[in-house]
């Protein structure tokens, strides 16, 4: 009889223990589900190679590499009232052109964004953005390598934005901002000191003597609209472009800085891509030198910035 109970306990007991392990691990489900709920992550890494050997060949010519890569990551969460945005946008190249020759950068770019907002009404959300855009090696006045003009946080900028975020479509998004500040980082003292990407200059005296250092930061309080398009034009052909614009209320509010990238993709197959990128670039604060045929400088100031980029390589989408 006691064994008979107590089996009958024990056999009870095992049950109730199993219910409540499965209904532990219905609820862990449940959270794991809700906490990967919303989210949408996924990129695209690109690497691309070109090469000429000349051997012997009459018309003249150098032999040259060039390799370059790219990198895009989003998780975008999207859930009720929320939606959270980022992106990882990073590219970098290099090229070589003769048998001697080092390689130099042809391509530097490291753009991080972040956005988030809330259900206002219709498409509009009330959202706060952080973006911070600088490069990731040196860069230098070639061919003099010894003169270098850019590097990691110099420059380097960081934008703090609280605005509207309009999203009527994943494939349209604009973003308005009236209250926004804008950080100019020039993590280089050589640089500093001269005053470049609008930085306060060092102070002399008329022999010369250093009397203070330029300014690593400046900071601007200003405006701020971001628009991104996508659009499909073929099965395999898509283009998207992104223009940022800031106007400093500050100081010279009518000055408008620039940020304007387009890109065309034509995917061949599976893995073979062929891209054409076009980035557009105009900050008043950024004076750029021109030079005469003996490399003497003719006039210095504020100019509209232009890079294009065809690249044909590989690349994997996840």
Same mark, same amino acid.
């Given at each position: 009889m006691r064994f008979t109970i107590i089996t009958t306990f024990l056999y009870f007991s095992f049950f109730l223990a199993q219910a409540q392990v499965l209904e532990a691990e219905k609820? &862990?489900?449940e959270v794991n589900k809700d906490t990967i709920?919303? @989210?949408k992550i996924g990129g695209i890494l690109g690497i691309n190679f070109s090469q000429t050997a000349l051997v012997n060949w009459s018309a003249g010519g150098q032999n040259s590499i060039a390799v370059g890569g790219l990198f895009n990551l989003f998780a975008n969460y999207k859930k009720g009232n929320s939606a959270f945005d980022n992106s990882l946008?990073?590219?970098f190249?290099? &090229?070589r052109q003769g048998d001697n020759a080092q390689f130099i950068k042809s391509d530097d770019k490291l753009d991080i964004t972040s956005k988030y907002g809330q259900f206002a009404f219709k498409n @509009?959300?009330?959202?706060?953005?952080l973006n911070f855009k600088s490069q990731m090696a040196p860069g230098y006045n070639m061919p003099n390598d010894s003169v270098k003009i850019s590097d990691f946080l110099?420059?380097?900028y960081l934008l703090i934005a609280l605005g509207m975020d309009y999203k009527p479509s994943k494939n349209l998004?604009?973003?308005v901002a009236p209250l926004t500040g804008k950080i100019t980082f020039v993590n280089n003292q050589q640089l500093a000191n001269v005053g470049a990407f609008g930085v306060k200059p060092a102070e002399y005296d008329n022999m010369g003597t250093l009397l203070k250092k330029g300014e690593k930061m400046r900071y601007e309080y200003g405006?701020? &609209?971001r628009l991104f398009f996508k659009q499909s034009l073929m099965d395999n052909v898509t283009f998207q472009t992104k223009l940022d614009l800031f106007s400093n209320y500050l100081n010279n509010p009518q000055n408008i800085d620039v940020y304007w990238e387009s890109l065309l993709t034509l995917k061949v197959n599976k893995f073979i891509t062929t891209s054409v990128t076009a980035t557009l670039i105009y900050d008043h604060d950024i004076d750029i030198p021109t030079y005469n045929a003996d490399k003497t400088i003719k006039s210095i100031g504020p100019r509209t910035q232009f890079k294009e980029v065809l690249a044909v390589g590989i690349s994997f989408k996840f």
């Amino acid at each position: 009889m006691r064994f008979t109970i107590i089996t009958t306990f024990l056999y009870f007991s095992f049950f109730l223990a199993q219910a409540q392990v499965l209904e532990a691990e219905k609820k &862990i489900k449940e959270v794991n589900k809700d906490t990967i709920e919303g @989210w949408k992550i996924g990129g695209i890494l690109g690497i691309n190679f070109s090469q000429t050997a000349l051997v012997n060949w009459s018309a003249g010519g150098q032999n040259s590499i060039a390799v370059g890569g790219l990198f895009n990551l989003f998780a975008n969460y999207k859930k009720g009232n929320s939606a959270f945005d980022n992106s990882l946008d990073a590219g970098f190249g290099m &090229i070589r052109q003769g048998d001697n020759a080092q390689f130099i950068k042809s391509d530097d770019k490291l753009d991080i964004t972040s956005k988030y907002g809330q259900f206002a009404f219709k498409n @509009w959300y009330y959202a706060g953005l952080l973006n911070f855009k600088s490069q990731m090696a040196p860069g230098y006045n070639m061919p003099n390598d010894s003169v270098k003009i850019s590097d990691f946080l110099a420059p380097g900028y960081l934008l703090i934005a609280l605005g509207m975020d309009y999203k009527p479509s994943k494939n349209l998004n604009l973003f308005v901002a009236p209250l926004t500040g804008k950080i100019t980082f020039v993590n280089n003292q050589q640089l500093a000191n001269v005053g470049a990407f609008g930085v306060k200059p060092a102070e002399y005296d008329n022999m010369g003597t250093l009397l203070k250092k330029g300014e690593k930061m400046r900071y601007e309080y200003g405006g701020y &609209i971001r628009l991104f398009f996508k659009q499909s034009l073929m099965d395999n052909v898509t283009f998207q472009t992104k223009l940022d614009l800031f106007s400093n209320y500050l100081n010279n509010p009518q000055n408008i800085d620039v940020y304007w990238e387009s890109l065309l993709t034509l995917k061949v197959n599976k893995f073979i891509t062929t891209s054409v990128t076009a980035t557009l670039i105009y900050d008043h604060d950024i004076d750029i030198p021109t030079y005469n045929a003996d490399k003497t400088i003719k006039s210095i100031g504020p100019r509209t910035q232009f890079k294009e980029v065809l690249a044909v390589g590989i690349s994997f989408k996840f």
